[in-house]
């Protein structure tokens, strides 16, 4: 039987076919935040992630690139490991799907399953997305594209094998309910009951026949075994789970995984189709399934066809490793979209890193030096003042704990930041520089000084699972070997007598905004501006009777709040004095709900209902908008529903 205190966690296994991006990297660096905290607590851990390398899209980018599928995943695969060790992922096993004892596992569960009957030959009609490795029905399809990614979809028409997904659905219905945590956040969990299981599941196509580059099904060699089939296996061949019940002793010691850590699109494949799979082979169900969200290039998706795709390491060539790992885990929310932009990383590192954790280790060394030689000794010189410092410090442990234990890191990192804002201000309370001007004074300067390299101490531990080079050189810069987190229960363990580093490196720098910008420039060059004078050229101009199709009234916000899946959206209810409208805006980061309601505002009427993120918006209102800044229109005291000419 497995032991509480092991711990199993994967990542999805990136597909395949081409480098990841910042948004595919951030799966990565909150898996590994979430292992190494587990390991600091003493835990005993197995964190797997890899590659997804067979398919039909793989197989059309591999001739494209004139080169065999084989070769193509190799590079892809090495690129991809290359990202994951640059974000100092401390994973224990990398599975590519190409490896000869996954593909033999997947032969031998497809054969299983279809021995059981739970696999039947068919005929595949309908709709399929190659992007995605998708089949749709038609009614599936949104406006006539995939539902998933939004791109084109082809007829498809060929003999195929399914898998019975029907035959588990209240099975699965039930487990659902019996195991209210096993999807998390529960947002993901009402969508998959809501779309997919009340509907009632369709069974699976799990083979095509239309393409080569996939593990074929050995007794019936004109099929290849589907994708997903494929790829969701790797997390128990990984372990050397064997469909005979030769399994290897890890498989016994770590399967059921105690958490799935996978992008919020494809929460259907793990949360349906996989525990489905388990079902049928009669093994365990994972604990949970955690569809994080995605990292946005500002307000859009990260996309080479925008233009807009940022890569890890030309990230961590701009501002180190940490300072980027830190970006990804404290400013993506636990269930909503994150964002980024260089201009963003920069603020966080200047404000963070450079004048909050930075600056307090160097003073606070410096100090050390300048008054004691670098010695650290506690004199023992009690006021009361220190009583909050040494609580904020006791109490941070179990708080970043308990909110890594739900994969909330921003809220674990702001628990770490509170404590070094307060040694901070613990600086500002105490005056080293004023008591070091009183020889009478100098013990409760040491004392002060003590418990000033203490609480770092206290942070740098911490800090371990988020900023693991960070912690290690502070660490060592205040040369310590106490450095256990579940050890962190007395304020007072660092070595009194210890003697700092007489050269303190600077963590973080403040980073100049224009300076960065040059080099983001030069990295992403923008377009020339002959390509913009034409691009204004082609506006359409309008004539004054397709401007007077444009209804604006005047209208008032009664009512205002965040919406519950974008940080960057506010839901409004509008009185445009005939009625009240609901109307989405992307404002909230120029204006609080608070003070948004009561405020006048010009109201498109006529404008065709739209949903963003979910949420309805039955009209827009007017801004005025330069690079830096947004104004919502005032139209004074004009009455609701007053007409805008």
């Not at 995939?146 to 209240?170: H, N, R, T």
């Not at 699965?172 to 309910?177: A, F, G, R």
């Not at 490196?505 to 004078?533: D, H, I, N, S, T």
Request: glycine share 6%.
């Amino acid at each position: 039987m497995k032991d509480p205190k092991d711990f199993y966690l994967t990542t999805a296994i990136t597909y395949a076919s081409g480098k990841p991006h910042i948004g595919n990297t951030y799966e990565i660096v909150l898996s590994d935040a979430i292992v190494r905290n587990k390991r600091q607590q003493g835990y005993n851990v197995r964190f797997q992630t890899g590659t997804d390398e067979h398919g039909q899209k793989i197989e059309n980018k591999a001739k494209e690139a004139g080169v065999e599928p084989k070769a193509y995943v190799d590079k892809v695969a090495g690129e991809v490991k290359r990202i994951w060790d640059l974000m100092d992922a401390s994973y224990d096993k990398f599975i590519r799907t190409t490896e000869p004892y996954h593909e033999k596992q997947v032969q031998k569960a497809f054969k299983k399953l279809y021995d059981k009957g739970d696999i039947y030959l068919g005929k595949y009609e309908g709709k399929y997305c190659t992007a995605c490795e998708s089949f749709w029905t038609e009614s599936q399809l949104v406006d006539g594209m995939c539902p998933d990614c939004g791109g084109p979809v082809v007829d498809a028409s060929e003999p195929a094998y399914f898998f019975k997904l029907s035959k588990y659905q209240d099975r699965l219905m039930k487990y659902y309910n019996d195991h209210p945590d096993f999807i998390e956040p529960e947002s993901r969990k009402n969508e998959m009951v809501n779309n997919f299981l009340k509907p009632g599941l369709q069974d699976l196509c799990v083979s095509r026949t239309s393409f080569k580059w996939s593990i074929p099904v050995d007794f019936d060699q004109k099929h290849v075994v589907y994708v997903w089939i494929d790829a969701l296996l790797n997390y128990i061949t990984g372990l050397g789970y064997d469909v005979d019940g030769n399994n290897d002793e890890l498989f016994e010691k770590f399967w059921p995984a105690d958490v799935h850590i996978i992008g919020k699109d494809i929460v259907r494949f793990h949360t349906i189709y996989w525990p489905i799979i388990l079902m049928a082979l009669d093994l365990p169900l994972p604990k949970q399934v955690f569809g994080h969200p995605w990292l946005l290039m500002g307000d859009s998706k990260m996309s080479k066809h925008l233009g807009n795709v940022i890569y890890a390491d030309d990230l961590v060539d701009m501002f180190g490793v940490d300072a980027v790992r830190y970006y990804l885990l404290h400013e993506i929310p636990y269930d909503n979209d994150g964002s980024i932009t260089w201009d963003l990383v920069v603020e966080r590192i200047n404000s963070d890193l450079a004048n909050i954790l930075g600056n307090l280790v160097n003073r606070t060394i410096a100090m050390s030096n300048q008054y004691f030689g670098g010695v650290v000794a506690d004199k023992d010189v009690y006021e009361p003042v220190d009583d909050e410092l040494k609580q904020i410090a006791l109490a941070m442990p179990g708080k970043v704990n308990a909110y890594m234990d739900e994969f909330k890191t921003a809220k674990a990192l702001d628990e770490i930041f509170v404590l070094l804002r307060r040694t901070n201000k613990y600086i500002d309370d105490t005056t080293p520089w004023l008591l070091a001007k009183d020889e009478s004074k100098k013990d409760r300067l040491a004392t002060v000084l003590y418990n000033l390299i203490e609480a770092i101490r206290f942070a740098a531990i911490a800090l371990e699972a988020f900023m693991p080079s960070t912690s290690k050189k502070i660490l060592d810069m205040i040369n310590t070997d106490e450095r256990d987190l579940m050890q962190l229960d007395h304020f007072g363990a660092y070595h009194s007598g210890n003697k700092v580093t007489d050269h303190p490196e600077v963590l973080f720098a403040r980073l100049k905004p224009a300076e960065v910008a040059k080099k983001v420039e030069a990295l992403m060059p923008k377009k020339p501006k002959k390509e913009e004078k034409k691009k204004a050229a082609e506006v359409e101009e309008i004539t004054i009777d397709d401007f007077a199709k444009v209804e604006l009234v005047v209208g008032e916000v009664v009512a205002c709040e965040k919406h519950p899946k974008a940080d960057r959206l506010l839901v409004e209810q509008i009185d445009i004095g005939d009625e009240k409208r609901q109307i989405v805006s992307g404002i909230a980061q120029y204006y609080t709900p608070e003070e948004m309601i009561g405020k006048k505002v010009v109201v498109v009427k006529n404008l065709k209902p739209a949903k963003l993120r979910g949420v309805e918006s039955q009209g827009m209102i007017l801004c005025s908008t330069t690079k830096k800044d947004l104004k919502v229109i005032d139209p004074g005291d004009l009455p609701n529903g007053s007409q805008v000419r």
